[in-house]
């Protein structure tokens, strides 16, 4: 079973920038596509950017041109940069394959203050 420990998350004003990390265990992770997801207080867990295997990257409407998703095979982690962040942008984020089948981790809490 893949064990996912992302990192990252903060506090930060209005058009601050946050660089999020996700550590993957295991040699499966390279194979994989993948994803950042987040889940607001009340909200169902949407997934904000994707990128497969390869490298091929999209984002959720409300964060293109902002987030940018990344992916570092040899060390088994993923990175969302974060840039031009919203109040609306404050959640809990998380990573998963795309689509989501391994067990979540604990997430990294972003919070933004306007």
């Known amino acids: 079973q893949v064990q996912l420990v992302e990192s990252g998350g903060g506090l930060v004003q209005a058009g601050g920038s946050l660089r999020l990390s996700c550590a993957a265990s295991?040699?499966?992770?390279?194979?994989?596509?993948m994803g950042w997801y987040r889940q607001a207080p009340g909200k169902q867990r949407d997934a904000v950017a994707r990128i497969t295997s390869d490298g091929t990257t999209s984002y959720a409407d409300s964060v293109k041109g902002r987030f940018t998703i990344s992916r570092d095979n040899a060390k088994n982690t993923m990175y969302l940069q974060m840039n031009s962040l919203k109040p609306e942008d404050a959640a809990v984020y998380y990573c998963?394959?795309?689509?989501?089948?391994?067990?979540w981790g604990q997430g990294t809490q972003v919070t933004v203050s306007s």
């Open positions: 295991g040699s499966i992770f390279k194979f994989n596509n």
């Open positions: 998963n394959r795309d689509p989501p089948n391994w067990r």
